[in-house]
């Protein structure tokens, strides 16, 4: 049987920060805890940082086809307003024809996967799903391609990346309304 309590715990554990742990929370992949053992420790419940959780929907209508926008300012404005200081963002695109995920904002760089996804999946070539009266099996291929969701880190209440990281929406059937999840947790 599955302890609910347990798994809250070990979901925890991602967000745990060292000078909140118990060492009576402690479990060893040995069973016990010896000086071999490795320990997890656990988040004490009774700490002062509970664990927050918020979710925002961004919404977007491109005006074409495809497109790729910059939406780091508004997941940043989430996580502020999530109070969030120390945590874990999720961002997805909640469509089967669009896509969220992280590279630099260079203008080549979006021409550049526009030419390739092109090439990759043509709008006009042939596919089976568009026998079905459809005519976005390119953009279906595309959002695999480019991917679902990203996840990152919260330090300090601030977006935590590496060099020129920014998140990006990236848009492969438009021209109708959809939307970005964003999901953040932590302390």
């Given at each position: 049987m599955i302890n609910p309590a347990g798994i809250l715990s070990l979901f925890r554990l991602v967000l745990a920060v060292p000078a909140r742990f118990r060492d009576s929370d402690c479990l060893a992949s040995s069973g016990r805890l010896g000086q071999n053992a490795r320990r997890i420790r656990l988040l004490d419940p009774t700490a002062e940082g509970r664990m927050k959780s918020y979710r925002e929907e961004l919404w977007f209508e491109t005006k074409t086809r495809r497109a790729y926008l910059n939406i780091t300012s508004q997941v940043q404005a989430a996580v502020q307003k999530s109070g969030v200081r120390e945590g874990l963002v999720l961002v997805n695109a909640m469509?089967?024809?669009?896509?969220?995920?992280?590279?630099?904002?260079?203008?080549?760089?979006?021409?550049?996967?526009?030419?390739?996804?092109?090439?990759?999946?043509?709008?006009?070539?042939?596919?089976?799903?568009?026998?079905?009266?459809?005519?976005?099996a390119d953009a279906h291929i595309k959002r695999q391609v480019m991917g679902r969701e990203v996840v990152v880190a919260i330090t300090g209440g601030r977006l935590d990346f590496g060099p020129w990281e920014q998140i990006f929406y990236g848009e492969f059937d438009g021209r109708r309304r959809k939307r970005v999840l964003v999901k953040v947790i932590g302390e």
């Open positions: 469509h089967i024809t669009a896509s969220v995920y992280i590279n630099d904002d260079e203008q080549g760089l979006l021409k550049d996967y526009e030419a390739f996804l092109e090439r990759l999946a043509p709008q006009s070539g042939t596919y089976k799903h568009n026998e079905t009266g459809e005519d976005n």
